[in-house]
């Protein structure tokens, strides 16, 4: 059987890379080829820009409400097809079924809100010290966005760029992941029936290099929306701030789960075990440091490896966790595990591929638990992107803040109390973007700000109305009623 060719979409039509490297996009669970394409040149990434460029003057004067009908449109798209974006996304992700489905719920939830956006927000009157002078406070848009994504979550990615830069009145350019190419095709097809203009919202197959860096390096892309790695977060605000092109960078974490000795420990267990494996651990929101109260060490950590070695890995209905996305992560992580364990940790859990006949061909990591090893260990300090935390000691509610604390990152974390006191005086001095008290590291929702501190971004946040302020330029208007005239 032929493999099936996956295209850009360039000025609302399907488009063959003009030159470049075949991609082969593996099914993380088979480790089969799924799909093929080409590694965009930058050549297709000047005609993306360019058609993007083309139909921003249109789009731009089209109302917001104008816009939003559209994006109400796709969204329901997006609930009409759910089964089929599920398929696509269990396919290129391998994540188990009920997960890609909550994706698609996700991602329609952000066509929702940002559609709502268009009747929100556009103008704020201001006072004047002037008699006479009135002032508003306008949003308009910055040009053509350059969105780049990973493939973690792939359709909720795509949506929280999308719908803000388009509700902006932006067009863009999305380069897919190469993790999930079909996903982002998929996803632009269904702008079209909604009623999306050809140009409005460009795919571009390819990696990094040089899709990515073609992207960002065009002069003309006035947004640079990226979400993935810190180390390619500081090369793109290298480059795109050396010309003031707006960037928004949403990067990684290394993300703090703290269990104090008067917290639910079940609660606490169902809760770290969800921030720490679902996904298989892909998710810059992970709790990926599990900092426990002596106290409660022991008993703790006894119900928290019962409930990671009793997930069940898989891609059926039901199934915890899939496999990490690529065969090259997965012997990152066990390489690092296999560091891990030569630097003194003990390997509480996992640890290893699993044993099943049916996982064998994927790239499949158990659900693993580390601990005895230095607060500032390599497993305790750098970001796995996998099924693996590492879990540690600490004193008392001061020492977990020290050592939340004691890390690059600081996009999200987590604390389990009962005591409010506890619980408000950790969070507000946690170096993170996101605090949640009794609840898992992640689970931000549309109308939420979420982003990092210090090297988990650069201070944007999206979604919510925030997200606005990366994709629109304010323009303070101010009119005098001149009393002579009327
Ligand atoms: P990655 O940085 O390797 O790749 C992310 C995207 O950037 C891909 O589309 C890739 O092709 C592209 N890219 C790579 N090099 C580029 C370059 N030089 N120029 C332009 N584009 C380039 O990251 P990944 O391994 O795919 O994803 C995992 C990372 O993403 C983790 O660090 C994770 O924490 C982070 N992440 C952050 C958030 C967040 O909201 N903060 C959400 C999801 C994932």
């Known amino acids: 059987m032929d493999t099936r060719q996956i295209y850009n979409w360039v000025d609302g039509k399907e488009s063959p890379a003009t030159s470049g490297i075949r991609l082969k996009k593996i099914n993380p669970h088979t480790g089969l080829v799924d799909s093929e394409c080409i590694a965009s040149s930058p050549e297709d990434v000047r005609q993306a820009v360019t058609a993007a460029e083309a139909a921003f003057p249109a789009w731009s004067e089209l109302t917001p409400v104008g816009r939003g009908g559209i994006l109400s449109a796709w969204g329901r798209l997006l609930r009409e097809r759910q089964q089929e974006l599920t398929e696509i996304i269990v396919r290129e992700t391998a994540k188990p079924p009920q997960d890609a489905g909550g ?35 306008v949003r308009q848009p910055r040009g053509v966005a350059g969105l780049i994504v990973p493939a973690n979550t792939p359709l909720a990615n795509i949506a929280w760029k999308v719908f803000p830069a388009l509700i902006c009145g932006n067009t863009a350019v999305l380069k897919a992941s190469e993790d999930a190419p079909e996903l982002a095709v998929a996803v632009a097809k269904l702008g079209k029936l909604a009623g999306l203009p050809d140009g409005v919202l460009n795919v571009l197959q390819g990696g990094g290099d040089p899709t990515g860096r073609a992207l960002v390096e065009d002069a003309r892309v006035a947004v640079i929306s990226f979400t993935g790695s810190t180390a390619v977060g500081r090369w793109i605000a290298e480059v795109g701030g050396r010309r003031l ?15 104090c000795d008067d917290a639910d420990l079940d609660m606490a267990v169902h809760w770290a075990s969800l921030s720490a494996f679902s996904n298989a651990g892909q998710r810059c929101a992970a709790g990926s440091r599990i900092l426990i109260f002596e ?8 119900k928290l490896v019962a409930k990671a070695t009793s997930l069940k890995l898989g891609v059926d209905q039901g199934c915890d966790l899939g496999p990490v996305i690529t065969a090259q992560q997965q012997s990152k992580i066990l390489a690092a595990i296999e560091r891990a364990r030569q630097a003194g940790g003990r390997v509480l859990c996992g640890g290893k591929v699993p044993g099943a006949e049916k996982l064998r061909n994927g790239f499949y990591i158990e659900p693993t638990l580390i601990d005895g090893l230095p607060d500032d260990a390599e497993m305790c300090t750098r970001e796995m992107f996998g099924p693996v935390a590492s879990v540690q000691r600490v004193r008392d509610v001061a020492h977990a803040l020290q050592v939340a604390n004691a890390s690059e990152y600081g996009l999200t974390a987590a604390i389990h109390t009962r005591n409010v006191d506890r619980a408000m005086w950790f969070a507000q001095r946690v170096r993170a973007g996101v605090v949640n008290i009794n609840i898992g590291t992640f689970g931000s929702e549309p109308h939420m700000p979420f982003g990092g501190f210090r090297a988990s971004g650069n201070g944007t946040r999206e979604p919510g109305v925030e997200a606005l302020d990366v994709y629109s330029e304010l323009k303070n208007i101010s009119f005098l009623v001149r009393d002579a005239l009327i």
Do not use: C, W
């Open 103 to 137: 994706e698609v719920h996700a991602a329609l939830a952000q066509g929702e809100y940002f559609a709502g956006e268009g009747m929100r927000l556009y103008s704020r009157s201001l006072t004047s010290g002037t008699p006479g002078k009135y002032s508003h406070t």
């Open 245 to 259: 092109a707006r960037i928004s960078l949403e990067l990684g974490g290394k993300n703090p789960f703290v269990v």
């Open 295 to 302: 106290g409660i060490y022991e008993a703790f950590v006894e």
